[in-house]
């Protein structure tokens, strides 16, 4: 079931939550309609350990997507609208294999040889079961740290209530179907959600009049060094006015062996990033920005200048 959800959708649905809950929904479609499945026997899974083992992979799926917050692990993102104008963004396709063990009635799978199994007898055998666990994201109308860390939140929600269908399964309150077939619905719903309510924002990585905006800033570039992050937007360099990739490098060109930048973060608050360059290193500053700029731009600038 993994790998059918990785090829047809990709990473974007590589979750145990649509994985394990389509796999038993199949399991008792095939069962109900008699069909049968070379390798398989259908009608054997029983939704209370489906349902246990989805909420505990959405709580580590939940921790590995709230350790996504850092810039570098995102990559930047940059399309033209409709209208011809610049939109950046940022993107991330990431996939964790998490090695679990699950105790197994029997000893049938004793017998496979090239598979990690530790057999109790003849009673229960545990085994060695790989799972996937992936995230594919974009964002153009926000920094994208924070559309995961929702998600992470989310996550640990359905977490909950995944939990909860556990127990109401496991006390026989409501059938094993119905529930997992209302948690299933719910995880399609909140993920229509979460994509209507990004094409409905406007986009926040478009050019500004008052500054250039920072796209993406390369790993241990003086950039880096110098705390600029992207979404940010530079607005002075050396108390000179900037509005352009050109006008950032010659403003930075009045004292090369230093970078003064005067920064506005994405919460709207002004600070100061100074450091000293070494040779050649204002030309090489790690500075990923919104608009690029063609070398026929920077000759026009010059003739204009």
Do not use: C
């Amino acid at each position: 079931m993994y790998a059918l959800l990785l090829i047809v959708f990709g990473a974007r649905f590589l979750s145990s939550a649509y994985a394990l809950l389509i796999a038993y929904l199949l399991d008792v479609g095939f069962a109900f309609f008699n069909v049968e499945l070379p390798f398989v026997q259908v009608g054997q899974a029983e939704a209370f350990p489906v349902l246990v083992l989805v909420g505990l992979l959405l709580i580590v799926e939940a921790i590995l997507l709230s350790r996504l917050k850092k810039p570098t692990h995102f990559s930047p993102l940059r399309t033209k609208s409709k209208r011809g104008k610049w939109i950046g963004g940022q993107m991330v396709e990431r996939a964790w294999l998490i090695p679990i063990f699950i105790f197994i009635p029997g000893s049938g799978f004793s017998d496979i040889g090239w598979w990690p199994v530790f057999s109790f007898g003849n009673e229960v055998s545990l085994v060695l079961l790989p799972v996937l666990i992936g995230l594919r994201a974009r964002s153009q109308t926000e920094l994208l740290y924070k559309q995961i860390q929702r998600t992470a939140i989310r996550t640990i929600w359905l977490a909950v209530l995944t939990s909860a269908g556990a127990t109401i399964v496991y006390f026989d309150v409501f059938s094993p179907l119905g529930t997992a077939s209302v948690l299933f619905v719910f995880v399609v719903f909140v993920h229509i959600l979460r994509v209507s309510r990004e094409g409905r924002q406007i986009p926040y990585f478009t050019p500004r009049s008052d500054g250039v905006m920072i796209l993406a800033v390369i790993t241990d570039s003086p950039a880096d060094k110098m705390g600029l992050k992207p979404g940010e937007i530079i607005t002075k360099v050396h108390r000179e006015p900037v509005n352009s990739e050109w006008s950032f490098y010659q403003k930075l060109q009045i004292n090369p062996a230093y970078g003064r930048v005067e920064v506005v973060d994405a919460q709207g608050e002004k600070r100061i990033e100074q450091a000293a360059l070494y040779d050649n290193q204002h030309h090489e500053l790690g500075i990923i920005f919104l608009k690029p700029e063609s070398r026929e731009e920077w000759h026009s600038y010059d003739s204009h200048g």
